[in-house]
């Protein structure tokens, strides 16, 4: 679900939230949940007006499942950035433009 709502005719409050959930034969249920909220700058209103720069902070959580499951060195491996931690949040600035 990506909600979008436009300010101004250059100002866009972008909020994002994801859940996924697998149910394997074996290993349990794997589940993760992320929320976004991304201030953003566009060339218009429009959902798809582009270019636009985004700020964004995501915020996610999941269970050890997904985290058994995942890829050694990957950032939801006990071994990738977050550790043993079943949460962990980013924040960076995304360019998007189309041509």
């Not at 909020?15 to 249920?29: M, V």
């Not at 996610?60 to 990957?74: I, S």
């Amino acid at each position: 679900m990506r909600p979008v709502y436009a300010f101004t005719e250059h100002f866009k409050l972008v909020a994002e939230y994801g859940h996924d959930q697998i149910r394997p034969d074996s290993g349990g249920k794997r589940k993760l949940d992320k929320f976004t909220i991304a201030p953003t700058w566009s060339v218009g209103k429009g959902f798809l007006t582009r270019p636009e720069v985004r700020l964004y902070y995501t915020y996610a959580k999941w269970n050890r499942a997904a985290q058994l499951a995942a890829d050694d060195g990957t950032a939801l491996s006990d071994t990738g950035a977050y550790g043993s931690a079943l949460h962990g949040s980013n924040a960076g600035v995304q360019l998007e433009t189309w041509w």
